[in-house]
Nanobody
Framework: QVQLVESGGGLVQAGGSLRLSCAASGLTFGSYTMGWFRQAPGKEREFVAAYSWSGGNTYYADSVKGRFIISRDNAKNTVYLQMNSLKPEDTAVYSC?????????????????WGQGTQVTVSS
């Protein structure tokens, strides 16, 4: 059974930083492109970042480029999202997702497995 468990969310002031983690189990982690998505209240889910299963390639939404960094540790079956220079508009539930042997997709329907999410709140 595949499980993705996010952690690291919380309340932070604007300009601050948070590091999210997503621990995966029940899958061959190294064969999955991993993505981060977020959903703010009353808004649709949006893509944040992705890390390819091969080649070390990354892809970011324009809204987070230069502020967020996605990384992964295949030995720990974990993907991370380092979030810097946070803004109130970054407030959302952040979820990780897994896409077996997939490209750097930004559409949710490209990912087969999802975590429950972790809340990030940025105060102004």
């Amino acid at each position: 059974q595949v499980q993705l468990v996010e952690s690291g969310g919380g309340l932070v002031q604007a300009g601050g930083s948070l590091r999210l983690s997503c621990a995966a189990s029940g899958l061959t982690f190294g064969s999955y492109t991993m993505g981060w998505f977020r959903q703010a209240p009353g808004k649709e889910r949006e893509f944040v970042a992705a890390y390819s299963w091969s080649g070390g390639n990354t892809y970011y939404a324009d809204s987070v480029k230069g502020r967020f960094i996605i990384s992964r540790d295949n030995a720990k079956n974990t993907v991370y999202l380092q979030m810097n220079s946070l803004k109130p508009e970054d407030t959302a539930v952040y979820s990780c997702a897994a896409n077996r042997l997939g490209g750097l997709g930004s559409r949710g329907n490209q990912y087969e497995h999802w975590g429950q999410g972790t809340q990030v709140t940025v105060s102004s």
